[in-house]
Antibody
Framework: QVQLVQSGAEVKKPGASVKVSCKAS????????INWVRQATGQGLEWMGWMNPNSGNTGYAQKFQGRVTMTRNTSISTAYMELSSLRSEDTAVYYC?????????????WGQGTLVTVSS | SYVLTQPPSVSVAPGQTARITCGGNNIGSKSVHWYQQKPGQAPVLVVYDDSDRPSGIPERFSGSNSGNTATLTISRVEAGDEADYYC???????????FGTGTKVTVL
């Protein structure tokens, strides 16, 4: 079955960077876009950006421009999201999610989430 | 940017029908998708393209969309339906997805 498995929880200090991985299985990794969405505790869902695993093309939400980088390693079917210059407000669960077809704009499935805690 | 507004909470008795609204300017012209998120879990798609259900989602979940309001309807509500629900559309003007504010469904 289609599955996205993310890396484990991280604790970072303000100003540091974090890199979260998302390993895909059950489908051809390069065929479908991967998006990243985050959720602060008790808050709603916030879209961060997308990446085309085939071309490596990316698009980022304006809020994260200059701080986020989305990359991939096709040989191991893994997408990455790196967020730099971390601040306390970046404490959240970060999810990767697949766009299930070229003509769709919804997300299915989602990874299990990675908690990133930013604290001094 | 495009804004989607949901009621913060909806309460429903078991066996009854829950209706969750998602308001947006002329949302009827867009495709609306709905996600269910249980505590400590990732969101799960329950309805896409206004009213289609992914495989494995019970027929009790249905959707509609017209004018300025989209609605997710949960029929014959069960205790296991207690969760947060989010609507989502693609905002063509900014070329990115937008999520609703989320609705917590409580089963009495």
């Amino acid at each position: 079955q289609v599955q996205l498995v993310q890396s484990g929880a991280e604790v970072k200090k303000p100003g540091a960077s974090v890199k979260v991985s998302c390993k895909a299985s059950g489908y051809t990794f390069t065929s479908y876009d991967i998006n990243w969405v985050r959720q602060a505790t008790g808050q709603g869902l916030e879209w961060m950006g997308w990446m085309n695993p085939n071309s490596g093309n990316t698009g980022y939400a304006q809020k994260f421009q200059g701080r986020v980088t989305m990359t991939r390693n096709t040989s191991i079917s893994t997408a990455y999201m790196e967020l730099s210059s971390l601040r306390s407000e970046d404490t959240a669960v970060y999810y990767c999610a697949r766009v299930p077809s070229i003509s769709s704009n919804w997300f299915d499935p989602w990874g299990q989430g990675t908690l990133v805690t930013v604290s001094s | 940017s495009y804004v989607l507004t949901q009621p913060p909470s909806v309460s429903v008795a078991p066996g009854q029908t829950a209706r969750i609204t998602c308001g947006g300017n002329n949302i009827g012209s867009k495709s609306v998708h709905w996600y269910q998120q249980k505590p400590g879990q990732a969101p799960v798609l329950v309805v896409y393209d206004d009213s289609d259900r992914p495989s494995g989602i019970p027929e009790r979940f249905s959707g509609s969309n017209s004018g300025n309001t989209a609605t997710l309807t949960i029929s014959r509500v069960e205790a296991g339906d207690e969760a947060d629900y989010y609507c989502q559309v693609w905002d063509s003007s900014s070329d990115h997805p937008v999520f609703g504010t989320g609705t917590k469904v409580t089963v009495l």
